[in-house]
């Protein structure tokens, strides 16, 4: 399953509400897709999981929705440390894919 | 607390074979399941296949078929990654990542190991 993500990178300010956007190649059963923020020289931190389930310890500021080949992840008001990539995954079918991410930077 | 503490950097010739190592604590180790991804520059994550840590099975993506084998020690609670027949497209951050069941999202992952590959 191809996931491709859009935007390439959103510029935004501190404060702002962020959309992301995931799009899958083929229909993503039982909502098997997932969010990761990676800041540089950091192992990708797990957010969202099932397409809406924040992970444990993950501000209620992050959230998921989404079915079938549309997800998108919404971060309602950017706070400084949100500013990083952000990827999504299937975990579906094998072998499990990621999309190329998309950047969060600061306008 | 959770942790997967990965081996060190390593700098390979092509030809040559690597092997990674993933130690982990803080959970009952034979009740997860590990998995191996990389990362080359400026590219997203790249699954490379699964370990059950208690049975020992394993899945590898398909193109790392022939390649690659991953094992575990439940006695050390380490998991093994070893990679043949490098090429430079090989350099990358290898990460392990814990599941708790076979198909959901990664929830821990390792900090990741430095692949050199170069002449």
């Known amino acids: 399953i191809v996931l491709t993500q859009s935007p390439g990178t959103l510029s935004l300010s501190p404060g702002e509400r962020a959309t992301l956007s995931c799009r899958a190649s083929q229909f993503i059963s039982r909502d098997s897709l997932a969010w990761y923020q990676q800041k540089p020289g950091q192992a990708p931190r797990l957010l969202i999981y099932a397409s809406i389930d924040r992970a444990t310890g993950i501000p209620d500021r992050f959230s998921g929705s989404g079915s079938g080949t549309d997800f998108t992840l919404t971060i309602s008001r950017l706070e400084p440390e949100d500013f990083a990539v952000y990827y999504c995954q299937q975990y579906d079918r094998s072998p499990r894919t990621f999309g190329q991410g998309t950047k969060v930077e600061i306008k | 607390q959770v942790l997967l503490v990965q081996s060190g950097a390593e700098v390979k010739k092509p030809g040559a074979s690597m092997k990674l190592s993933c130690k982990a604590s803080g959970y009952t180790f034979t009740s997860y399941y590990i998995h191996w991804l990389r990362q080359a520059p400026g590219q997203g994550p790249e699954w490379m296949g699964i370990?059950?840590?208690?049975?020992?099975?394993?899945t590898y993506a398909p193109q790392f078929l022939g390649r690659v084998t991953v094992t575990r020690d439940t006695s050390t609670n380490t998991v093994f990654l070893e990679l043949n027949s490098l090429t430079s497209e090989d350099t990358a951050v290898y990460y392990c990542a814990r599941t708790g069941e076979e198909w959901v999202a990664f929830d821990i992952w390792g900090h990741g190991t430095v692949v050199t590959v170069s002449s």
């Open positions: 370990i059950n840590a208690s049975g020992g099975s394993t």
